[in-house]
């Protein structure tokens, strides 16, 4: 089945503690991204790839890093996280990058630093 | 700079009455459009989409979306609710310059009562 896959789905972690959450998609896509959504602001791009070892800020990369060592995956990096970084986290992917591209999201990883 | 707006925050509306979903957009370029629908707890999935031709498309679950250039609109109705219906939705315009950037709308909170 082709899907976005997200991990952990749920996270409670505490100030400072860096984490991961990853981000696999099954359809050799080229284009990944993440996003964060918050209440009143709809979703907010923070980084994106337009391929392997391609990666760019989106509109809030603050407090956050990417990679993508493969094609696959688009792991986002939390090195050390603030409460303002609670919040519903959604990866994404296309087939490339053109703007007439479907992108699939995943389920969401829910994030609450205390 | 690149924007959608949402007007209604939240709608009410009764099951079997008609609805419409109000979404504009600032975008210099022509635009690629987008509405998705998220139920609780959900990832996005993709309503419909706006690349170019005709300006009434057709999606899923017996939604439709009108472009009109003139005004930079691309509303979404229904003629007819069904209570899974009930969702937040949200307005999105892709941004070519940074790839398949999508640029979200706040979302509407669209509630149906029986």
């Known amino acids: 089945e082709a899907q976005v896959t997200q991990n952990p789905r749920y996270l409670i972690t505490v100030t400072g503690k860096k984490l991961t959450v990853t981000c696999s998609q099954n359809?050799?896509?080229?284009?990944m991204s993440w996003y964060r959504q918050d209440p009143g602001l709809g979703l907010r791009q923070i980084y994106y790839?337009?391929?392997?070892?391609?990666?760019d800020k989106g509109d809030v990369p603050e407090g956050y890093k990417v990679s993508r060592k493969e094609k696959r995956n688009f792991p986002l990096i939390l090195e050390s996280p603030s409460p303002n970084q609670t919040s519903l986290y959604f990866c994404?992917?296309?087939?490339?990058?053109?703007?007439?591209?479907?992108?699939?999201f995943g389920p969401g990883t829910r994030l609450t630093v205390l | 700079a690149q924007s959608v707006t949402q007007p209604d925050i939240h709608i009410t509306v009764s099951e079997g009455a008609s609805l419409e979903l109000r979404c504009n957009y600032s975008?210099?370029?022509?635009?690629?459009l987008f509405w998705y629908v998220q139920s609780p707890g959900q990832g996005l999935q993709l309503l419909l989409k706006?690349?170019?031709?005709?300006?009434l498309v057709q999606g899923i679950k017996g939604f439709e979306a009108e472009f009109k250039r003139s005004q930079s609109s691309f509303n979404l109705r229904k003629p007819s609710v069904h209570w899974s219906d009930a969702a937040e939705y949200f307005c999105?315009?892709?941004?070519?310059?940074?790839?398949?950037?999508?640029?979200f709308g706040a979302g509407t909170i669209l509630r149906v009562k029986s």
């Open positions: 790839s337009m391929n392997v070892e391609v990666t």
């Open positions: 994404a992917s296309s087939l490339r990058t053109s703007g007439a591209d479907e992108q699939f």
């Open positions: 359809m050799n896509h080229e284009y």
């Open positions: 999105a315009v892709a941004i070519m310059e940074y790839g398949n950037k999508l640029v």
């Open positions: 975008y210099g370029a022509t635009p690629y």
């Open positions: 706006y690349f170019s031709g005709d300006t």
